[in-house]
């Protein structure tokens, strides 16, 4: 509408200028014309149209003015309103403009303002949390402090508790030490005491040693002597008894002598002979055994009785020799005189001689007293000897037996 | 007041290239230029210097409208108590208009810092 109304003035000014003659117009109108084409179709001026028109009729009076009356006071009067009109338009377009726009921008910024106020709010209230967070994180440390430090109390009462203990136990070690070292300082004294005492005792006991030794020697001393007298005196016994022995032997030999010499007279088959071995009784072998056999005969031990009575009236040690003849094998000969000499022996024994002086040989056919090839040579030489050897002499035999020692009463 | 001088203006359109004015009465004119000129100082015009300027020019040719109205020169008179009331109006409206314009540039340039401010 504006524009048109621009246009129409323009026509109008157009008409007008073909209808009347015209002086150059006046500054005023030229200016008023400027100002009211810069408003009509600025933004301001689209503000506000009634304003606009205004200034629209304004100018329309002053060119209609300058129409009439050209570059009069009254056209450059009407031209200055017309002017001040336009520019009261744009004006007025201009504060209402900015004044929207200060609303739009005061709303930007209001807005801006309440993001702005909601992100502080938020970075505040984000803010505030951290600082609860920290609080209550430094509560925490806080309490851990003092927990630790509760602790730490704790365990420095503990270990002053342990100090004190080590320190006692020390201080009782100590007292302990210094008993045992007291202890051990009594116990050596009484170790030196002891020591010495013993030496002493010792010393004693040698000296006392001594002395019995002394006496004990003394007392062997005497003993001794008393021995070798009692030696001498028992030698001299022993040879009184040996004496009284051999001369008890002389007489039993004697008195065996003269009983088995009486024998002889009484035995018809035993024959007494003294010989350089001793005495010898000799035994009829006929009379005792029967032909190879080894037990007596019943008539034998009538003899033997009295040879053993005769036998008995002394102790001393004999010899029983077995002999037979040369018929027959020597190891046969050998063993059956020796088991006969054995059952003459026995016999003995049961007679009650003393065993132990009766020794036993075997000499078969080893020592004929007669020629063999007779008869009565052999009959002769079938015998049983018993010899009695005179003082310790030994007896003759070919067996080397040991030589009887006088037994000791 | 407006809306009659615009009606008047508009009668004056009407008339043509040789139309006649109807004019108001000098006294309404002198009555509409100084309550323009309160108007305006009212808005406080005085503190605006673009405003200020206009309130002066209204001011001096009052002065010089009740000059010429005192010494006989009534047209001269009522023409000069017009351009008064025209330049009070514009004195008014610039006293609203500058401070708003000043104004809404410091808005805006705060939002667009603001803006550019925030990512």
């Known amino acids: ?409 | 007041m407006r809306l009659k001088l615009t009606a008047v203006l508009l009668g004056l359109t009407m008339a043509g290239c040789a139309g006649r004015q109807v004019l108001p009465a000098p006294n309404e004119q002198r009555v509409q230029a100084e309550a323009s000129l309160r108007a305006a100082e009212g808005a406080g015009a005085a503190r605006v210097p673009e405003a200020a300027l206009h309130l002066e020019f209204a001011r001096q040719q009052i002065a010089d409208a009740e000059r010429l109205w005192v010494e006989g020169e009534q047209e001269a008179a009522e023409l000069r108590f017009r351009q008064a009331e025209a330049d009070a109006e514009l004195a008014h409206a610039l006293a609203r208009a500058v401070p708003l314009e000043r104004e809404s540039r410091r808005t805006a340039a705060q939002a667009e810092s603001l803006r550019r401010g925030q990512p």
């Open chain 1, 1 to 409: 509408m504006l524009k048109r109304g621009w246009k129409a003035l323009a026509g109008v000014t157009a008409l007008a200028a073909v209808g009347c003659a015209h002086t150059p117009p006046p500054q005023e109108l030229l200016d008023a014309r400027a100002a009211y084409q810069e408003v009509s179709t600025s933004p301001q001026g689209r503000e506000r149209p009634r304003d606009v028109a205004a200034a629209r009729d304004a100018l329309l009076e002053a060119e209609r003015e300058y129409d009439r009356s050209q570059d009069s006071p009254r056209t450059r009067s009407l031209s200055y309103v017309a002017l001040r009109k336009s520019e009261t338009a744009g004006a007025r377009g201009t504060a209402d403009l900015a004044a929207r726009r200060q609303a739009e921008a005061q709303a930007t910024l209001q807005q801006a303002q309440a993001r702005q106020w909601q992100r502080s709010q938020a970075e505040l209230e984000a803010a505030r949390q951290q600082l609860a967070q920290a609080e209550r994180e430094r509560l925490q440390a806080l309490q851990q402090q003092q927990q630790s430090r509760q602790h730490a109390v704790t365990r420095q009462q503990e270990a002053e508790r342990v100090r004190m203990d080590a320190r006692r136990r020390q201080h009782e070690a100590e007292q302990l030490r210094r008993l045992a070292q007291q202890q051990e300082a009594e116990s050596l004294r009484l170790a030196e005491e002891t020591t010495r005492l013993q030496e002493e005792e010792q010393r004693r006991v040698r000296a006392e040693t001594e002395s019995q030794r002394l006496a004990q020697e003394n007392h062997e001393l005497l003993q001794r002597t008393a021995e070798l007298e009692a030696e001498q005196e028992a030698r001299r016994q022993v040879e009184r008894e040996l004496e009284r022995e051999r001369q008890a032997r002389l007489d039993a030999e004697q008195r065996a002598t003269e009983a088995l010499t009486q024998l002889e007279s009484t035995a018809r088959d035993v024959k007494v002979r003294e010989e350089s071995r001793g005495l010898v009784l000799t035994l009829s072998g006929q009379v005792l055994f029967a032909s190879n056999a080894v037990d007596l005969l019943p008539a034998a031990r009538e003899q033997l009785t009295e040879v053993a009575n005769a036998l008995k009236a002394s102790d001393s040690p004999m010899v029983i020799e077995g002999h037979t003849d040369s018929m027959g094998s020597d190891a046969m000969n050998e063993a059956l005189s020796y088991r006969r000499a054995e059952r003459v022996r026995e016999f003995l024994i049961s007679q009650g001689v003393s065993r132990d002086r009766v020794e036993v040989r075997g000499l078969g056919e080893y020592r004929p007293v007669a020629n063999n090839s007779t008869p009565e040579g052999r009959a002769n030489n079938r015998r049983v000897e018993i010899i009695l050897p005179r003082g310790g002499a030994e007896a003759t035999g070919g067996s080397g037996a040991p030589s009887p020692t006088t037994p000791r009463r």
